[in-house]
């Protein structure tokens, strides 16, 4: 996870498509000094940097998608159009290193259960990337609502998810400054609880793989008195 952190924060991925014009990688120096790879660029750095640790790692070539995939019987280059590390052993680890916001070893779905090429002589056959199980794939979000004496009622509302929803989510609000993801939560908060407007507001950091991904935010509602008679607005 160190490694990939490192990787992206001085490579950023650029676009790229194994099919239409790459059949190996860029030279690893000048990738390094672009400070820009493709998919496959930023995979054979990863695969080279773990060699030299000792770890035994391959490249792995694929096709994205959620359908239609390449026939493993009669694979071509030009249907590849992606490409991972791989970790061999008894189950495989497969690793996207061209995408910040997936936590290692996991794959985002349209790479799972995907035919993948390995570049290695001692496997000549396609081999399957594993499918994360449903429990993996999770949503959740926690209302907590709070009735003072007197005052502002609060409501705080807590989000947080793992797997194919995280990277999501992650990617999503990393494309948004925060202060703009605030009004964004202002309005829903008005929306949603007729709040008089957002409290605290806390995410985490969307490019932090290493903290689990939750967001905070609270509403604050009228205010209110408690008497004898009920309540008084």
Same mark, same amino acid.
């Given at each position: 996870?160190?490694?990939?952190?490192?990787?992206?924060?001085?490579?950023?991925?650029?676009p790229g498509q194994v099919g239409e014009r790459?059949?190996?990688?860029?030279?690893?120096?000048?990738?390094?000094?672009?400070?820009?790879?493709?998919?496959?660029?930023?995979?054979?750095?990863?695969?080279?940097?773990?060699?030299?640790?000792?770890?035994?790692?391959?490249?792995?070539?694929?096709?994205?998608?959620?359908?239609?995939?390449?026939?493993?019987?009669?694979?071509?280059?030009?249907?590849?159009?992606?490409?991972?590390?791989?970790?061999?052993?008894?189950?495989?680890?497969?690793?996207?290193?061209?995408? $910040? %916001?997936?936590?290692?070893?996991?794959?985002?779905?349209?790479?799972?259960?995907?035919?993948?090429?390995?570049?290695?002589?001692?496997?000549?056959?396609?081999?399957?990337?594993? #499918?994360?199980?449903?429990?993996?794939?999770?949503?959740?979000?926690? $209302?907590?609502? %709070?009735?003072?004496?007197?005052?502002?009622?609060? #409501?705080?509302?807590?989000?947080?998810?793992?797997?194919?929803?995280?990277? $999501?989510?992650?990617?999503? %609000?990393?494309?948004? $400054?925060?202060?703009?993801?605030?009004?964004?939560?202002?309005?829903?908060?008005?929306?949603?609880?007729?709040?008089?407007?957002?409290?605290?507001?806390?995410?985490?950091?969307?490019?932090?793989?290493?903290?689990?991904?939750?967001?905070?935010?609270?509403?604050?509602?009228?205010?209110?008195?408690?008497?004898?008679d009920g309540l008084d607005v």
């Amino acid at each position: 996870q160190r490694l990939l952190l490192r990787l992206h924060e001085r490579v950023e991925t650029e676009p790229g498509q194994v099919g239409e014009r790459w059949l190996g990688p860029a030279r690893l120096s000048e990738v390094i000094e672009r400070r820009e790879g493709t998919a496959e660029d930023k995979a054979a750095l990863v695969v080279v940097m773990l060699r030299s640790l000792g770890v035994p790692a391959e490249l792995a070539l694929l096709r994205r998608g959620l359908g239609e995939d390449i026939n493993p019987e009669l694979p071509g280059v030009e249907g590849f159009d992606h490409a991972l590390v791989v970790l061999p052993g008894v189950v495989p680890k497969y690793v996207d290193a061209s995408d $910040r %916001f997936i936590p290692y070893q996991s794959l985002p779905s349209n790479l799972q259960g995907r035919w993948a090429l390995w570049t290695s002589a001692t496997q000549a056959e396609l081999q399957q990337t594993p #499918v994360a199980d449903s429990d993996r794939n999770n949503y959740s979000e926690v $209302r907590e609502v %709070f009735f003072p004496r007197s005052g502002n009622v609060r #409501v705080v509302e807590r989000s947080s998810a793992t797997g194919t929803l995280e990277h $999501r989510l992650r990617r999503q %609000f990393s494309r948004t $400054r925060r202060s703009g993801l605030q009004r964004r939560f202002e309005r829903y908060e008005r929306n949603s609880y007729k709040a008089e407007g957002l409290g605290r507001f806390d995410m985490s950091v969307a490019r932090d793989m290493g903290q689990p991904f939750t967001l905070t935010a609270e509403a604050l509602e009228r205010t209110i008195v408690l008497n004898g008679d009920g309540l008084d607005v």
